[in-house]
Structure formats: structure tokens, C-alpha cells
């Protein structure tokens, strides 16, 4: 319990550009849910609608905003205020109800914990998430796997914070230099997902990113997004931890604290 509250307290990290803001998405990046997020969607839309899921949109990369919309609009149903209410309090408590299910179904992706353990290390790493998630579901999500010691999800963003998920890295910046006092931009923010969704979201959005390839993108279609550094997994702890932070004025192989990809930062496990 002492270790929780110690990283839900505001911390005291050094007040210059060389702290760095770790954005992390969650599905398929840091865990899966293995098919119970898609059960507890359907029933969720069902509570929220009173119609049975007939039609599913395309969820990657997407807030749950966004998602909902589209499903609707497959159903003939316009969208409205009440109806993402409604779907928000559904899905939210269908994840708090079924967290031993999802603790038993789900997994954690190798070398997740490891690595955000080794960050929480670093006074000049703060890591929160990025996620097209609502805040509850996303809390509920890393909470069962024993992640959420090592988030500040107050200065995460979050799909019920905006629907373009783009606008949720500027979103999470401001919330984060609001709390530390360090003003965060693409120099020092890092949003690492999955999906060439979180790379064009990291690079519209304006941080540096890293993408990992243990979703349904390869490392060949995250490249082709524009990912310039991609890991396979995270499992190795060490380069991931000299990646992200700062070692004599620099951050893993980028000049004027920039991160930037080099050979030497390449995983050697890929092509």
C-alpha cells in the first residue's frame, strides 16, 4: 500500500526541460483484455440503448466517444449528450464489475511491468497514459494488473476528454506542467503505443513517439506511419530505460534532449 500512495502523491521532479512526460496507450501495449473488453462493449451499448450490438465500428486507435458514434450511426441512432452518458456509466461499471474476469482472462503484455517499475526510478520521468479509453475504464484496466502504483492518471488524457485523439496529447501536457511545474512539448513528451493510429496521435499531437509492435501493426506498417524508433516488446527493460531517460544531458541517443532514433536504439531483434 506505501508504494501506491507514494506514486499518487505529487512528486518532486526537477523543474527543467531534461523531465520527460511518458505517455503510455494501454491496449495491446501494456495489456489485453482477450476478447472481455469486446463483451463488456456490447453490453454496455445494450444498457445504453436498449438495442442488442448487431454492427461493430472499427475501434483501434479510436476514443470511445468516437466508437460509440460510429456505432450508433450503424444502428440508424443519432448520437447524443445522453447517449455517450449513459454508454460512459454502462461501461464503466461493467469494467468494475468483471475485474476478477478480467484479471483471469486478460494478460499482461512481457515486460510491461518491468519497465515502468525501472521508470518510476528516475526522479525526471513522469508516466501517465494516453489512452481513447474513458479515465475510469483505464484505471480499472491497469489497476487489475497491478500497473496504475506507477501512472499519475491525473495528468493522463483520456476518451472522455476528447474525441479527437490527437487534441489529448496537449490535453495531457498542460495537465502535467500544470501539476510540476515544467512546461512539456514535443522535446519532452512521449506518447508509446501499438498502432499506426498512436503514432500519427503522437505526431499530430505534437510529442515524439515510439511505437511497439505487439498489436495487429507490424513493424514494417508502424514504419511506414512514421515511427522512427519501434520496439518488438518491452521486454528489454535496460534499453528501454536508457531510451527515456535523461544520461548526461541527453535523452537515450537524441541531441539537445530530444529523443531521436539511432542505430544504436534500433531493437536488434528486428529487421
Not at 121 to 148: E, P, W
Not at 162 to 188: C, E, M, W
Not at 214 to 238: P, V, Y
Request: net charge negative.
Amino acid at each position: 500500500m506505501a508504494i501506491h500512495l507514494q506514486h499518487r502523491r505529487t512528486r518532486n521532479v526537477p523543474k527543467d526541460h531534461q523531465t520527460r512526460l511518458i505517455l503510455w496507450d494501454i491496449d495491446h501495449t501494456l495489456i489485453e483484455t482477450r476478447g472481455l473488453g469486446s463483451q463488456l462493449y456490447r453490453r454496455a451499448f445494450e444498457v445504453a440503448t436498449g438495442r442488442t450490438l448487431e454492427k461493430e465500428a472499427d475501434v483501434t486507435g479510436q476514443t470511445e466517444p468516437a466508437i460509440l458514434t460510429a456505432t450508433l450511426r450503424l444502428h440508424g441512432i443519432e448520437s447524443s449528450d445522453l447517449y455517450q452518458e449513459r454508454y460512459a456509466q454502462a461501461l464503466a461499471k461493467e469494467y468494475d464489475e468483471h475485474q476478477d474476469e478480467l484479471r483471469q482472462r486478460g494478460r499482461l503484455l512481457p515486460g510491461a511491468r518491468e519497465a515502468l517499475a525501472a521508470l518510476s526510478t528516475h526522479s525526471r520521468v513522469i508516466q501517465s497514459v494516453l489512452s481513447g479509453n474513458l479515465r475510469a475504464v483505464s484505471k480499472t484496466k491497469l489497476s487489475v494488473f497491478n500497473l496504475d502504483q506507477y501512472i499519475d492518471f491525473a495528468v493522463g488524457a483520456y476518451g472522455d476528454d476528447d474525441v479527437h485523439r490527437p487534441n489529448l496529447v496537449a490535453i495531457a501536457q498542460r495537465r502535467a506542467s500544470q501539476k510540476y511545474g515544467v512546461p512539456f512539448t514535443r522535446a519532452n513528451t512521449v506518447v508509446i503505443g501499438d498502432s499506426t493510429h498512436d503514432v500519427s496521435t503522437g505526431h499530430e499531437g505534437g510529442a515524439a513517439v515510439i511505437a511497439v509492435a505487439s498489436g495487429r501493426d507490424d513493424e514494417t506498417k508502424l514504419r511506414q506511419a512514421g515511427a522512427a524508433l519501434i520496439w518488438l516488446d518491452l521486454t528489454d527493460t535496460e534499453r528501454i530505460t536508457a531510451t527515456l531517460t535523461v544520461q548526461n544531458g541527453q535523452c537515450g541517443s537524441g541531441t539537445d534532449n530530444v529523443i531521436e532514433i539511432s542505430p544504436a536504439d534500433r531493437d536488434p531483434r528486428g529487421s
